[in-house]
């Protein structure tokens, strides 16, 4: 399915698509047999909207539709799960990018765009001494250990 999607990614978005990436159980590498595939689309030039954009995206879908009942038939029940941000969007970090801080697989990046964005992040939650604390197949973050009662900070 991976093999296919970036291409049918690229067909519909073309020269306005900045990145690709794959996360989640998909990005981790422990997918199971149904597992969604979690992907951040970032691309120029977006409708505005959630709707609008989920609209655009569903001609990926169509081209993807032969190969998904293909896939069901042999019983593996995938879905996609796209998160499509602007360049600008995307820029301004999300929370989303925690779980992409250590498990991503940026398949492309158009002049290293999400790979500074999280180097950044990454450098900033080194520097406020965050870790991420493993429970079983889950995780939370521990942002800042020595926080103060009342104490603001920013990621």
Do not use: G, Q, T
């Given at each position: 399915m991976i093999e296919k999607l970036l291409p049918a990614v690229q067909a519909v978005y073309g020269e306005r698509l900045v990145t690709f990436a794959i996360f989640g159980s998909v990005g981790r590498g422990t997918p199971g047999f149904d597992s969604d595939i979690d992907f951040l689309i970032v691309a120029r030039n977006l409708p505005a909207g959630r709707v609008k954009r989920i609209r655009e995206f569903e001609r990926v879908?169509?081209?993807?539709a032969p190969l998904i009942h293909s896939l069901q038939k042999e019983g593996i029940h995938t879905s996609l799960s796209p998160i499509i941000k602007s360049p600008e969007e995307a820029d301004k970090g999300s929370p989303l990018f925690l779980d992409m801080v250590e498990?991503?697989?940026?398949?492309?990046?158009s002049e290293g765009f999400l790979a500074d964005v999280l180097a950044r992040l990454k450098d900033r939650l080194q520097a406020l001494g965050s870790r991420r604390v493993r429970m079983g197949n889950a995780w939370y973050w521990v942002l800042k250990p020595d926080i103060k009662a009342g104490e603001v900070f920013e990621i």
């Open positions: 879908e169509e081209r993807l498990d991503v697989k940026i398949l492309f990046d």
